[in-house]
T-cell receptor
Framework: AQSVTQLDSQVPVFEEAPVELRCNYS??????LFWYVQYPNQGLQLLLKYLSGSTLVKGINGFEAEFNKSQTSFHLRKPSVHISDTAEYFCAVSEEDGGFKTIFGAGTRLFVKA | NAGVTQTPKFRVLKTGQSMTLLCAQD?????MYWYRQDPGMGLRLIHYSVGEGTTAKGEVPDGYNVSRLKKQNFLLGLESAAPSQTSVYFC????????????FGDGTRLSIL
């Protein structure tokens, strides 16, 4: 069965420090992977996606993620965070031969401190 | 450039009351979804639609009904609201299953007293 695990529910970090938000998934077939960001009182917005090809994917706002098939992971990274990056981040997985659904992780709240 | 619009944005109901949440998208997307978001649980799929006139159950469909009479609209109904349905509800749409990202509305915050 498909599942998505975000290993950290909260990640506090100081401004200008690097950050990594971890995401692991389980699936028996090929997958498509997404990271979304949710700012307070807003819906989710796409940060980046992996469909195929290069395993290092770059997204908006300086974020990037690396797909690791052997470890079934899709960790999100940013080399230097800003106060404005404070938000909740969701990893999501769709299966290549699956139905019409995407499974979302429980979310990681990133809190950037001055 | 509206994208996905949800109405209302906030609502307070009493137990047993009914209501309908409206989702409208102007991107001509085939697929539409209703999720609920609860603390620590991410987004859980309630119902979805793969095209006009079609609906299907998601992960947590009990207590909800949906309709997709027009391609651009996806309605979520609560026939008899219960406190357990207090949540933030999000509608999303996408052009294609799987490979395309979902576009989300800003949510409806619903409290059931």
């Amino acid at each position: 069965a498909q599942s998505v695990t975000q290993l950290d529910s909260q990640v506090p970090v100081f401004e200008e420090a690097p950050v990594e938000l971890r995401c692991n998934y389980s699936s028996s077939v090929s997958v498509y992977l997404f990271w979304y960001v949710q700012y307070p009182n807003q819906g989710l917005q796409l940060l980046l996606k992996y469909l195929s090809g290069s395993t290092l994917v770059k997204g908006i706002n300086g974020f990037e993620a690396e797909f690791n098939k052997s470890q079934t992971s899709f960790h999100l990274r940013k080399p230097s965070v800003h106060i404005s990056d404070t938000a909740e981040y969701f990893c999501a997985v769709s299966e290549e031969d699956g139905g019409f659904k995407t499974i979302f992780g429980a979310g990681t709240r990133l809190f950037v401190k001055a | 450039n509206a994208g996905v619009t949800q109405t209302p944005k906030f609502r307070v109901l009493k137990t047993g009351q009914s209501m309908t949440l409206l989702c409208a998208q102007d991107m001509n997307h085939e697929y539409m979804y209703w999720y609920r978001q609860d603390p620590g649980m991410g987004l859980r799929l309630i119902h979805y639609s793969v095209g006009e006139g079609t609906t299907a159950k998601g992960e947590v469909p009990d207590g909800y009904n949906v309709s997709r009479l027009k391609k651009q609209n996806f309605l979520l109904g609560l026939e008899s609201a219960a406190p357990s349905q207090t949540s933030v509800y999000f509608c999303a749409s996408t052009r294609d299953r799987g490979t395309q990202p979902q576009h989300f509305g800003d949510g409806t915050r619903l409290s059931i007293l």
